[in-house]
């Protein structure tokens, strides 16, 4: 299930996407990750469902953001052209240095 999942949902979340754009979409994961945990904290170990359930959303919520990763510095490299002028764009260093901070 926490394999599949995250995949689903990232193709269902492709139309949401391009209608409300990739930043709403993230901002809505993270709010819903701190609403999951705020109810986790509430509820306490008592229920194992509950826990259960947030163990798999919190693992589908993070795959999906990752997922979205290219289209924010896509977005970013586009953006810095357009502010700047620049002729050509400075993708290759953007996604160079990305990569360089996130990979292990």
């Not at 170990?45 to 259960?52: D, E, Q």
């Not at 510095?73 to 502010?83: G, S, T």
Request: with cysteine.
């Amino acid at each position: 299930t926490s394999f599949i999942l995250p995949w689903v949902v990232t193709m269902l979340l492709g139309p949401v996407v391009n209608r409300y754009g990739v930043h709403p979409v993230i901002r809505f994961a993270f709010s819903l990750k701190f609403c999951l945990a705020a109810t986790a904290l509430a509820v306490g170990p008592t229920s194992t469902y509950f826990l259960g359930f947030y163990a798999v959303a919190v693992r589908v919520l993070t795959e999906c953001v990752c997922r979205q990763t290219p289209i924010v510095l896509a977005d970013l490299v586009d953006e810095d052209k357009v502010l700047n002028m620049r002729p050509k764009t400075l993708a290759a260093t953007v996604m160079a240095t990305s990569a360089f901070f996130t990979k292990p």
